[in-house]
């Protein structure tokens, strides 16, 4: 799936900069119309039409269902229709609910900072130093991993994590440790290691198109302005590339939230998520309305701190320019 | 200097990358029911422990099934959609499209249990093959949209008005000109929504009815210690294929561009 | 040979609150080369598009031999276009380029083969056939635009900016091929362009554009030599403008202008509807001369002092600021073997003839 990484980094990098009209519209393509004109409104609305229908059945009426339904109550198996608060209030007040989900955010912040800091000198490198006829073999490089099958991956993670696993006998074999290390598995750590592996495509793509944009002749004019490589590179390329580490982020940050997987394989107890717990309420305690609620709160708090980052970032942009 | 440090850092990481991918054949071909090392000796069995698993390819059939149902469905939603936003002013445009775009950035556990609250909750419908298809088009379109805008992005507006100028109509002008040119695009956006959809797990171990999808099984698999050599096995034909797969999709995204008669940019899809 | 072929009646094309065409009246005739000139953004490649029908007119008609086209859509009607990027289909060859059109005719495989060969031919690619479109050269791409279009024998060939795309001495080349082209078929060719030599060069006709309006009509030599205002002077060529004021107004006018005196102007060199009051001349640079010591000059000589002057290899283009005025003009003159080239500073004599000279209001 991550091959996609560069699709997708490229487009939430757009609707990132859907403020500057410019180049959201470059984004959409040119505009090489027979004619503009009221009959190719409905020629584009008819043409659009089968898409955004299957959208809106399949996914804003699930998402309204979803939200109504975290208002109702499960009684065994009948459904109580009526509307309460009380799920939320369950929510918040019972320890378990809220410990899962701020350690949701908290790994999911984890991940995202380790997989955008690992992956930022990946994208640099493939930009700046490999040739261009070189670009896309290693960017098929470095997709490649991630159509292996990703329950198969997370697993292969627990197996190299392991108590008896391929780095614990790799360390002690090379007499660098003299137990095996305990810390990396059934934890939050091995989350957030196995997540990073996971995750990577989706961090570099983003990062390597925004560094691809950047006119090269921007860094010999600061080179040529008297800075050196490090403030060069401070000054100019960093700031620049800061909207593909924005798309990054975010392309990182809101999936692991939704992540049950590896929590549950590498994760044990202390490892695991609000995700799996929405999936428990689901499937094995069949409390509908209670895993619509947690659902609810976690895609809330996943849009606020999305919304929150996105506009610190553009007051830090502005702020510069 | 900066360079070499660098390249260093560019192998450790792809080793870092690459690792599962390594182990995995490892143990497949290794005579030991324990996934761990050393590694004991050379054997092939667990392949043919494959071939006698009758569940299994009951499972690989339904995901085959689902994943090329889902990336023909994805694909002719994704042309529609594709077509449209980059030929065509609507109102509301924006909007629209970053709605349909909107499942790429949804986790995808919110996708799962919203559909599963409507169609078993609300409709009441029996969970199949079907409801597994229907999510997974939703999750795939938004990919198809992706490769299909840059396929139709890159033909010169003024190739489909040159065609109309010479006496076809707009219909005779899409199948003449447009189709041909964006076919590789057709054709890369139909192998990733396979992929994708083949691979899927989140949404299909909500989404399934009474037959497991390949991902399903094989999550039901990883329970059991006897049987993850031959999990080892499978993932080991999976990578051969997807690679496989992937080498093909990017041999059609290099013959769109030369036939577009467009430079290979260096990007990947 | 002035047979209307292509007329258009009050045409107007608004895209939103712009106005993109204002009301265009205009006749183009069979067997004419006639071009749509102006700066970008004039309308002249709109209208060229409401011809082709590529665009619907907001209002007004537009007929081809008589016939409305407000219902014909771009593939029913019996123009072709050459399209400013070529639109060569990159998915077919060269032949199947050129015979793209003849899909749905009547004519044998034969006889397809030989209208494609005949027209490649025409535009000399004998032989091209089989090649590749994306491997030809620019050149080659505008040629094969060409074959493909005329293969069709439309009524009329639009060519939108059909050269802007090449180099200098490519273009230079092209512009005399298209405009013996023309001769050849004898076919109506409508260019857009925005550089007015290639317009002067070519055409029969032109029809230079600002502001979705066309500002003056007329052939090559009139739009030079009698510009209709001073927008159109100042697109086309380089003209001087002198303040000047307009004395008596009759057959004939009477105007001061600054640094010539009083001038005596006959009927084409004025609008009709010349008022007495202040008004601009125009004056092109290569109707002065610099004289030399030994030339006696004409009746109207002014003295005057070269303020500039910039060295083209064939031309020197001198700045010069006549006696008694405030203004600087240019004048270019050619660098003949026994003429100097005066420097900065020199005083001299400049000599000019009233029937150069233009009047336009204020």
């Not at chain 1, 990062?207 to 950047?214: A, Q, T």
Request: positive net charge.
């Amino acid at each position: 799936m991550c091959i996609l990484g560069f699709q997708k980094g490229t487009r939430l990098h757009l609707s990132l900069a859907r403020n500057s009209r410019k180049i959201w519209v470059s984004g959409l393509g040119k505009r090489s119309v027979f004619k503009i004109n009221n009959r190719d409104q409905l020629r584009g609305m008819a043409l659009v039409s089968p898409t955004l229908i299957y959208a809106i059945l399949l996914l804003a009426v699930p998402l309204a269902v979803i939200f109504l339904f975290s208002f109702w109550t499960q009684d065994y198996l009948t459904l109580d229709r009526s509307f309460t608060l009380k799920n939320y209030r369950e929510a918040f007040s019972d320890p378990l609910y809220r410990t899962l989900l701020f350690r949701s955010l908290w790994v999911a912040g984890g991940v995202t900072v380790v997989t955008v800091v690992l992956a930022f000198p990946i994208a640099y490198f493939v930009s700046f130093h490999v040739t261009p006829k070189r670009k896309s073999l290693w960017l098929f490089l470095i997709t490649i991993p991630f159509w292996t099958s990703y329950l198969i991956r997370v697993f292969l993670w627990k197996v190299i994590l392991g108590y008896n696993g391929v780095l614990n006998s790799g360390l002690i074999g090379l007499g660098l440790v003299d137990e095996p290390l305990t810390f990396i598995l059934y934890n939050a750590n091995a989350v957030v290691i196995t997540l990073a592996h996971a995750f990577a495509p989706f961090a570099i793509l983003p990062i390597f198109v925004s560094l691809e944009k950047i006119d090269r002749s921007l860094i010999e004019a600061a080179q040529d302005l008297g800075e050196s490589k490090y403030q060069t590179f401070r000054r100019v390329t960093l700031p620049l590339a800061v909207p593909g580490i924005v798309a990054s982020c975010l392309i990182v940050f809101i999936p692991t939230i939704g992540d049950y997987v590896t929590p549950r394989l590498v994760g044990g107890p202390n490892g695991l998520m609000i995700a799996n717990m929405i999936q428990v309420q689901f499937l094995k305690l069949n409390n509908a309305p209670l895993g619509a609620t947690l659902a609810v709160l976690a895609m809330v708090s996943v849009t606020v701190i999305a919304l929150v980052f996105i506009f610190l970032n553009r007051k830090y942009l502005r702020s510069r320019s | 200097m900066k360079s070499r440090g660098l390249m260093i850092y560019a192998v450790v990481y792809l080793l870092f990358l690459y690792a599962p991918v390594l182990l995995l054949p490892m143990f497949a071909f290794n005579d030991s029911t324990i996934i761990a090392f050393p590694l004991t000796g050379f054997t092939t069995d667990w392949f043919s422990e494959l071939r006698n698993t009758p569940a299994l390819h009951t499972a690989v059939k339904n995901s085959v099934f689902i994943a090329v149902i889902s990336a023909v469905l994805a694909t002719l939603l994704g042309i529609c959609a594709a077509r449209a936003a980059t030929k065509f002013d609507f109102p509301a445009k924006r909007g629209v499209m970053g709605f349909i775009m909107l499942p790429l950035v949804l986790p995808e556990i919110i996708v799962a249990v919203s559909l599963l609250v409507v169609m078993v909750q609300v409709l009441n419908l029996p969970l199949t093959n079907w409801s597994v298809i229907a999510a997974h088009v939703l999750i795939c379109t938004p990919f198809s949209i992706a490769i299909l805008n840059g396929a139709f992005q890159n033909i010169d507006g003024a190739l489909e008005e040159a065609a109309m100028d010479l006496g076809e109509t707009r219909w005779s002008t899409f199948r003449l000109v447009t189709f041909p040119l964006v076919m590789p695009g057709i054709i890369s956006s139909l192998l990733i929504s396979f992929t994708i959809s083949l691979d899927e797990f989140i949404i299909a171990f909500f989404m399934t009815g009474a037959n497991p999808t390949m991902p399903v099984y094989i999550w039901g698999l990883l329970r059991f210690p006897s049987k993850l050599p031959a999990v080892m096995a499978l993932g080991t034909i999976l990578v051969v294929l997807s690679i496989a797969l992937l080498i093909l999709a990017e041999f059609f995204r290099r013959r769109g561009l030369r036939r577009a008669g467009l430079k290979d940019t260096g990007g990947f899809l | 040979m002035t047979k209307p072929l292509i007329q258009l009646k009050n045409v107007t094309k608004n895209y939103g609150d712009v106005q993109a065409l204002r009301g265009i009246d205009l006749t183009i005739n069979e067997g004419e080369f006639f071009s749509l000139l102006g700066p970008s953004g004039c309308g002249k490649t709109t209208l060229l598009r409401t011809i082709a029908g590529f665009e619907d007119v907001s209002g007004g008609t537009v007929m081809i031999s008589d016939k409305d086209m407000a219902n014909v859509p771009a593939n029913k009607r019996p123009t072709n276009m050459v399209f400013q990027s070529y639109a060569i289909f990159p998915h077919l060859s060269v032949a199947e380029n050129v015979g793209f059109g003849l899909r749905k005719s009547q004519m044998s495989k034969v006889e397809k083969n030989a209208a494609v060969d005949q027209a490649l031919s025409m535009v000399g690619l004998d032989g091209y056939g089989s090649r590749a479109a994306h491997a030809l050269s620019g050149g080659q791409r505008q040629r094969v635009a060409l074959a493909r279009a005329l293969i069709l024998k439309p009524k009329v060939l639009l060519l939108d900016e059909p050269l802007s795309a090449l180099d200098k001495k490519l273009r230079e080349q092209m512009q005399a091929e298209l405009r013996n082209l023309q001769r050849q078929v004898g076919i109506t060719f409508i260019l857009v362009t925005h550089d007015q030599e290639e317009a002067l060069i070519m055409s029969d006709r032109i029809a230079v554009m600002f502001d979705g309006e066309i500002a003056q009509l007329a052939d090559p030599q009139t739009l030079y030599r009698r510009p209709n205002s001073r927008q159109v002077a100042d697109f086309i060529g380089v003209m001087n403008f002198l303040p000047a004021t307009v004395t008596s107004v009759g057959d004939t006018v009477t105007a001061h202008v600054d640094g010539l005196g009083a001038v005596s102007l006959s009927g084409d060199q004025f609008a009709k509807d010349v008022q007495t009051g202040t008004a601009h001349v125009g004056i092109r640079p290569e109707t002065m001369s610099i004289l030399q010591e030994s030339d006696t000059g004409g009746a109207n000589v002014t003295a005057a002092v070269v303020e500039d002057r910039a060295y083209y290899g064939d031309m020197t283009y001198y700045d010069v600021r006549l006696d008694g005025g405030d203004h600087i003009i240019t004048i270019s003159m050619k660098n003949l073997v026994d003429r100097a080239v005066l420097e900065r500073g020199e005083k001299t004599r400049v000599a000019w003839n009233a029937r150069a000279l233009v009047l336009f209001n204020d």
